[in-house]
């Protein structure tokens, strides 16, 4: 049974920056797909950044695009997420997840998810 693990959350200004990581276990972590969701208080889960199994294609929410940065280590099976000039409506819990397949990301159907860490912008 996979396992995933974040952290690296936290309390962060606006403008700031956080980097999230994820450590993954108990699957093929260079055969999967994954993505970072995250969920505010009332609110839907929402899909924020995807990359495919071997790192060559990352892919980004409007919301985030140009602000935040995926990136896997396979050797280390770790994935994170570089969070820069954060913003107040940034503030959610943020999941790692695994998808099914090493190169679609489907951003809602996901083979494992982990617990999450909370990321809250406020000054």
């Known amino acids: 049974q996979g396992q995933l693990v974040e952290s690296g959350g936290g309390l962060a200004q606006p403008g700031g920056s956080l980097t999230l990581s994820c450590a993954a276990s108990?699957?093929?972590?260079?055969?999967?797909?994954m993505s970072w969701a995250r969920q505010a208080p009332g609110q839907a889960l929402e899909w924020v950044s995807g990359?495919?199994?071997?790192?060559?294609?990352?892919y980004y929410d409007d919301s985030v695009k140009g602000r935040f940065t995926i990136s896997r280590d396979n050797a280390k099976n770790m994935l994170y997420l570089q969070m820069n000039d954060l913003k107040p409506e940034d503030t959610a819990r943020y999941y790692c997840?695994?998808?099914?397949?090493?190169?679609?990301?489907?951003?809602?159907?996901?083979?494992?998810r982990g617990q999450g860490t909370q990321v809250t912008v406020s000054s």
């Open positions: 108990g699957f093929l972590f260079s055969n999967a797909a």
């Open positions: 997840a695994a998808e099914y397949t090493a190169y679609q990301i489907t951003g809602r159907d996901y083979k494992y």
């Open positions: 990359i495919v199994s071997d790192g060559s294609d990352g």
